[in-house]
């Protein structure tokens, strides 16, 4: 009964099973060729042909590792808090301590709405544009009175206005071009670009004393932006755009510093509450909260430095073992000739 125990605890603890099974693949694989070769060729060359042969199969697949960032692999990249700037004007950043945040004059921007109406983009006009009664789907209206179907119109035109520049971003982005001067330098980030920093947002939002958000639906995601970093592919690349941009970047050995900003804002307290059976409200940004400013670094990690030290570590094991042989083959072979020498 105690045994079963044993191998139960065993089976369970993830670490352990992990060794376990390590160890039975020493023992079973480089073992059973280390027994064949000290069998054939002597304890002492079997032990270094063996050792040869396993950091030169260590050297490959660290390289493997290190290329691809993969297997036993470091820290990854991740954003990191610089600092939480609160504003009452429309992203005003002038308060931020990152020098590079106060060039930031978003609220000198239209809102994306006006720039939907304002233009002759039919994409954007047909997903953000004016709302009536003749826009919306004849079947979406099948039963309802006159009076819910105001109420749906006044509320999608309310979500329209509401349009972020993100938003439009991702649909419309010739739009945004026309005013990228007035981002002072940064770029700004559609909703789908900026999935891992509106994340990262998230969390340090929830977790600071400063704020009460309980999750991140307490707050709307507003824009994002980013600054610095490599430079990447330009707009509609081609082929030898994206070997070009490969190849630049793989020579650039040192990597500029990038920050990024994500910008949220309470919601309205209509859109926390959730009616049973309905699907949940849009989420409004209540305009009269302050607009907070989330500044962000990008921490690069040490994704490829342990394999690269696995790599270059084993290749050297591999070479002085490698070297040892070689000594080894030329000592025998002259006390062979030797041996012939003295024969004859």
């Given amino acids: 009964m105690q045994m079963l125990n044993v191998i139960a605890g ?55 590792w290190w290329m691809y960032g993969i297997g036993y692999k470091g820290d990854p990249p991740t954003w990191q808090q610089v600092e939480i700037v609160a504003s009452v004007d429309q992203g005003d950043l002038d308060l931020a301590a990152l020098d590079k945040a106060n060039v930031l004059r978003s609220e000198a921007l239209p809102s994306a709405y006006d720039l939907v109406i304002d233009s002759d983009n039919a994409v954007a006009i047909a997903e953000f544009g004016p709302v009536t009664r003749e826009s919306l789907p004849p079947g979406d209206l099948v039963g309802m009175s006159d009076s819910e179907i105001d109420l749906i119109v006044e509320q999608t035109q309310a979500a329209h206005e509401a349009t972020t520049l993100s938003e439009l971003g991702a649909i419309a982005p010739e739009l945004i071009d026309e005013d990228a001067d007035a981002f002072g330098g940064w770029r700004l980030l559609t909703t789908a670009e900026s999935g ?30 980013t600054v610095g970093g490599k430079e990447g592919l330009p707009d509609d690349p081609n082929r030898w755009d994206r070997i070009y941009t490969q190849f630049k970047s793989a020579i650039t050995i040192t990597h500029p510093t990038r920050y990024g900003i994500i910008q949220v804002q309470r919601v309205t307290p209509e859109s926390l509450v959730t009616i049973p059976g309905e699907a949940p409200p849009r989420a409004m940004a209540d305009t009269s909260q302050p607009i907070i400013s989330v500044v962000m670094v990008r921490d690069l990690g040490n994704l490829r430095v342990l394999p690269a030290l696995v790599a270059i570590g084993s290749g050297l094991m591999f070479l002085a073992l490698v070297y040892m042989l070689h000594e080894r083959d030329k000592e025998a072979m002259r006390r062979r000739a030797e041996f012939e020498t003295e024969t004859t």
């Fill in 10 to 64: 065993l089976a369970w603890d993830p670490q352990m099973r992990g060794f376990m099974a390590v160890l039975t693949g020493v023992v079973v694989l480089i073992g059973s060729v280390w027994i064949l070769l000290s069998t054939n060729s002597g304890t002492r060359l079997g032990t270094l042909i063996t050792l040869s042969a396993f950091f030169g199969w260590m050297t490959i697949l660290g390289i493997v």
């Fill in 196 to 225: 891992e920093e509106q994340t990262s947002a998230g969390a340090f939002l929830t977790e600071s004393s400063d704020f009460d958000f309980g999750s991140t639906g307490d707050f709307r995601i507003l824009n994002a932006y």
